[in-house]
């Protein structure tokens, strides 16, 4: 029928709404990356200074979140969801591989992940710790995920006769809380070593978890 208006299709500029969304949500989350991994930090952050460094405006970041806190949350969960991708990839390509080949190989993609931009250790292991009961059970959680991917490769590896049956709980969260440590202060310059001598010593220190003085594989 002439004259007759169209149905609206949801698009502008090419974009749907949807698109739209998405977009201005990755764009707050890189604001957040740079003001929470530089300066001014996240406590020194407002959604005033974040919104303008987005290029966008307050009203459009309480359509994507409740408060900054939802932000560094998001943040601190994509970091981890990237690092724990590239370590799956490290095992994925050493399948069927020598426990210290694979634990090698995850390590190296780790750590290659997690230092390629310091904003992200920042965020990570200095601005996520103690701002608030949520985001310490996130946090947490995230490493209780960490600790249950090493105890999953040594238990592999105690079936395969790699290495000294034994619970691995302790063990493996104390391995995660030297990574973490180690990995923060070569990024802060306090361990003047290169990257592959820290993933080495760090390979090097799960292998003598996994395999400790006296163990002998011919016995298992």
Partial sequence: MAGRLRAPTGRYGGRTAEER??????????????MFGEAPG????TVARLSETAGLSTRQFYEEFHSLEDVLAALHLRINDRAEEAALS????TEGRPVAERVTAA?????????????RM????????????????QRLTRR?????FIRAEADAAVQRGEAAPRDYRVAAAAFIGSVNGLLYDWNAGWVEAGLDEV??????LLLGILRPAGWCPDEH
């Fill in 21 to 34: 969304k998405t977009e201005r949500r990755e764009r707050f989350l890189d604001a957040g990356l740079r």
């Fill in 42 to 45: 996240y406590h020194g952050t």
């Fill in 90 to 93: 490290g095992l994925a390509a």
């Fill in 107 to 119: 390590f190296r993609a780790y750590a290659a992940d997690v230092t390629a931009d310091p904003r």
């Fill in 122 to 137: 920042r965020v990570t292991f200095v601005e996520i710790v103690g701002v608030s009961p949520r985001l310490e059970r």
């Fill in 144 to 148: 209780a995920r960490w600790v249950a």
């Fill in 199 to 204: 993933v080495e010593e760090l390979v090097g």
